[in-house]
């Protein structure tokens, strides 16, 4: 069979493509806007940016692991040694659990420390955290340290994707590329 027949669907394309362009902007957002110098206007617009897509990326990242449970996904094809199939399979766990991980850290890190999520304060909802200074140092370190693992994480995805799409042109790229257009199976 070819990789298209086993191509993922539209909502799956949509909703990974989707995360992968606002993940790929926090990322970079988050360690700039924790350099000194880089002026308190710069900063405070990273600051708002990184916060309230982080909200954005747990809501999408639970209707993914949701719709990913009710849809899940094609078999990759026939020809896929076995290790990589484990190796996809492990880093797809990982970064399931890091993009859940990442917002509730970075969550617990502005609530305790005292700051606004302004999206979510705006919908009146209050901190599920208490104001702790100790919780909100422990909840930074855990965000920086996951953010440095989700960045290694994600270059060895797009470079199995890049390995597979370009050199091995085995179908398994164009299992979620592109990210519109009629699903074959």
Not at 4 to 27: C, D, K
Request: positive net charge.
């Amino acid at each position: 069979m070819t990789g298209a027949s086993f191509q993922y669907r539209l909502p799956a394309r949509l909703l990974h493509w989707g995360m992968a362009l606002l993940v790929l902007a926090t990322i970079p957002a988050g360690f700039v806007m924790i350099q000194d110098g880089i002026g308190r206007p710069l900063q405070n617009a990273l600051f708002l940016f990184h916060k309230n897509v982080g909200v954005l990326l747990l809501l999408l990242v639970l209707i993914r692991a949701a719709y990913r449970l009710r849809h899940p996904p094609a078999p990759l094809p026939a020809n896929i040694p076995g290790w990589q199939r484990m190796a996809a399979s492990l880093s797809h766990v990982a970064l399931y659990a890091l993009l859940i991980l990442m917002p509730i850290a970075g969550y617990i890190r502005v609530k305790a420390g005292g700051f606004p999520i302004e999206s979510l304060d705006a919908l009146g909802l209050p901190p599920l955290v208490p104001r702790s200074d100790p919780l909100a140092e422990t909840a930074k370190t855990l965000h920086y340290y996951g953010g440095i693992a989700i960045a290694a994480l994600l270059a060895v995805h797009i470079g199995a994707a890049a390995q597979h799409g370009l050199l091995r042109r085995d179908g398994v790229f164009s299992r979620m590329w592109p990210p519109f257009g009629a699903r074959t199976r």
